[in-house]
C-alpha cells in the first residue's frame, strides 16, 4: 500500500511541475511587450499591416552602425506591409486625402498615428523607413536588421556568404520572409519609451534559404537585377504575391508612378459611387 501512496504523489508532482512550465511559459509568451505587439498586430492586420515586439539590445547587438538609442529593454514593435496594404487600403486612403506625401508613406504614416493612439497613456515614438539622422544619409534604423530581431524576416548579409561569386563588389543584404518570400515592406518602428520588459523571450527568424548556395543566389538575384521578382519568389507564397500594378508601381522611381496613382483613385471612387447607386436602387 506504501508503494500506491508513493506512486501517486510522484505522479501528482509531475502533474504539479508540468503545470508550473506551463504557467511559466505563459507567462514568458505573454509580456507586456508580446501584449502592446498583438494589440497593434491585431488593429493594423486589417489593413494589411503585420507587427512583431523586439528590443533595442537586440538590434544594437546586430547592427554595427546604426544604432538605437533607447534603453536596452524598451519595448518595441516593427511593423511591415504585404499585398493587401497596397490592394485594400492604399485606394481607399488615395480618395480620402490630397496629400502631395508619397502616397504610401502618407497611408502608413495615417495608420501608425492611428495605432500610437490605441495607447493613449504611452509615449510612443514613430520611426519610418525612410527617416534619416540629421546631416547624415544614414537612415535613423535599418529596418531589415529590426525585422531580424523581431524573427518577422530573414536578413541575409553578404557577409554570410563564405566564398562569394563576386568577390570585393559592394553588395546589398535582403530580407526574406518565411510567410511572404520578398513580397513585403518593412514600414515604421513605435517605439514605447516609458515601457520596459525584462521577460520578453528572442524568437529568431527562420532561415528558409539555409544552404550557401542559395544564400549566394538570394544576394545575386537581389543586387544584379532587384527589378525581376526572381529573388521574391525565392520562398514560394504564390496567395501573397504582389499584382502587376503592385509590382509597376514598387519598381518605378516615385516621380514616375503618377499615372499608376490617378488610375487607381479613379477605379477606387467609380466603384464606391456604382456600390452607392445599387445601394439606392435596393431601397
Not at 508550473?20 to 489593413?47: E, M, R
Not at 520611426?127 to 540629421?134: C, E, F, K, T, V
Not at 531589415?144 to 530573414?154: I, N, P, R
Request: hydrophobic letters at 35%.
Amino acid at each position: 500500500m506504501n508503494w500506491l501512496y508513493v506512486a501517486v504523489a510522484f505522479h501528482v508532482l509531475i502533474a504539479l511541475a508540468f503545470v508550473s512550465l506551463l504557467l511559466y511559459y505563459n507567462h514568458k509568451t505573454n509580456t507586456v511587450g508580446v501584449k502592446i505587439a498583438t494589440k497593434v498586430d491585431s488593429y493594423l492586420k486589417q489593413y494589411g499591416y503585420d507587427a512583431a515586439p523586439f528590443l533595442p539590445v537586440w538590434y544594437n547587438k546586430m547592427s554595427s552602425v546604426v544604432k538605437l538609442n533607447y534603453p536596452d529593454n524598451t519595448v518595441c514593435v516593427v511593423v511591415l506591409s504585404n499585398r493587401d496594404m497596397f490592394e485594400k487600403t492604399l485606394p481607399a486612403h488615395l480618395a480620402s486625402t490630397t496629400t502631395s506625401e508619397d502616397p504610401v508613406d502618407s497611408c502608413t504614416k495615417y495608420f501608425m498615428q492611428r495605432a500610437r493612439e490605441l495607447f493613449p497613456d504611452e509615449e510612443v515614438d514613430i520611426i519610418y523607413d525612410y527617416d534619416l539622422q540629421p546631416n547624415s544619409p544614414l537612415p535613423l534604423v535599418n529596418m531589415q536588421t529590426v525585422g531580424h530581431s523581431a524573427g518577422l524576416a530573414y536578413y541575409y548579409r553578404p557577409e554570410e556568404v563564405t566564398e562569394p561569386s563576386w568577390g570585393d563588389r559592394k553588395m546589398f543584404g535582403c530580407s526574406i520572409s518565411p510567410k511572404y518570400g520578398g513580397w513585403f515592406g518593412f514600414r515604421a518602428v513605435l517605439v514605447f519609451k516609458n515601457v520596459q520588459d525584462d521577460e520578453i523571450q528572442y524568437l529568431s527568424p527562420h532561415d528558409s534559404l539555409p544552404s550557401q548556395e542559395e544564400k549566394a543566389k538570394v544576394l545575386e538575384l537581389f543586387n544584379n537585377e532587384w527589378k525581376d521578382p526572381a529573388w521574391r519568389d525565392v520562398v514560394l507564397t504564390d496567395d501573397m504575391r504582389y499584382s502587376d500594378e503592385q509590382l509597376e508601381y514598387f519598381n518605378k522611381l516615385p516621380a514616375e508612378r503618377g499615372a499608376i496613382v490617378e488610375e487607381m483613385r479613379r477605379r477606387y471612387i467609380e466603384q464606391r459611387e456604382e456600390e452607392q447607386r445599387d445601394e439606392k436602387k435596393e431601397l
